[in-house]
T-cell receptor, first 113, second 114 residues
Framework: DTGVSQNPRHKITKRGQNVTFRCDPISEHNRLYWYRQTLGQGPEFLTYFQNEAQLEKSRLLSDRFSAERPKGSFSTLEIQRTEQGDSAMYLC???????????FGSGTRLTVV | GNSVTQMEGPVTLSEEAFLTINCTYTATGYPSLFWYVQYPGEGLQLLLKATKADDKGSNKGFEATYRKETTSFHLEKGSVQVSDSAVYFCALSDRSNAGNMLTFGGGTRLMVKP
């Protein structure tokens, strides 16, 4: 088990382009979370899945954002028509539930130019 | 709603100094409390946790006590090392929410000088 894996580590894109990130959680974890962290700030919740079901989405998740978790395994986060304000670190985490915290991936840093 | 406030950094200390990073919270329910650490270039790692009032979480020499009366969860370490240099995040999880989403503070950067 190599923990939570995120790809790519870095992504630079031009404004208006679409980007997609991938997260591979710990295999036995049924919950998967996406957070966004801007420079100098703490992570903010975006959305979470239990198995393949997307159960909650933050107001931060505009209609340009979409997340999927087909078959309850890996997850993708797509941002359409990127804006400079989307520049941030996108963090994925997984857990088996309960109050014991998550395992985070190293994140994907997005820069929109 | 839920919120976490922690002291702004950076906090700069000499090796073997005593560390305190203050954290206070506001929660609608009865939260679990966490400290996460983020080393340069790495993801967030759970440092310690406490799930009920007066619980003390501890790990790697760090401690924090869940104080419900003052809504606080201050992080302490008696003698810091250069390797403790990192960003520390206080967070809560509201157990009334089935998803256990985390609400984070803004982070406190700790720099330890030899």
């Amino acid at each position: 088990d190599t923990g939570v894996s995120q790809n790519p580590r870095h992504k630079i894109t031009k404004r208006g382009q679409n980007v997609t990130f991938r997260c591979d959680p710990i295999s036995e974890h049924n919950r998967l979370y996406w957070y966004r962290q801007t420079l100098g700030q703490g992570p903010e919740f975006l959305t979470y899945f239990q198995n393949e079901a997307q159960l909650e989405k933050s107001r931060l998740l505009s209609d340009r954002f979409s997340a999927e978790r087909p078959k309850g395994s890996f997850s993708t986060l797509e941002i359409q028509r990127t804006e400079q304000g989307d520049s941030a670190m996108y963090l994925c985490a997984s857990s088996s539930g309960g109050v014991y915290g998550y395992t985070f991936g190293s994140g994907t840093r997005l820069t929109v130019v | 709603g839920n919120s976490v406030t922690q002291m702004e950094g950076p906090v700069t200390l000499s090796e073997e100094a005593f560390l305190t990073i203050n954290c206070t919270y506001t929660a609608t329910g009865y939260p679990s409390l966490f400290w996460y650490v983020q080393y340069p270039g790495e993801g967030l790692q759970l440092l310690l946790k406490a799930t009920k009032a007066d619980d003390k979480g501890s790990n790697k020499g760090f401690e924090a006590t869940y104080r419900k009366e003052t809504t606080s969860f201050h992080l302490e370490k008696g003698s810091v090392q250069v390797s403790d240099s990192a960003v520390y995040f206080c967070a809560l999880s509201d157990r009334s929410n089935a998803g256990n989403m985390l609400t984070f503070g803004g982070g406190t950067r700790l720099m330890v000088k030899p």
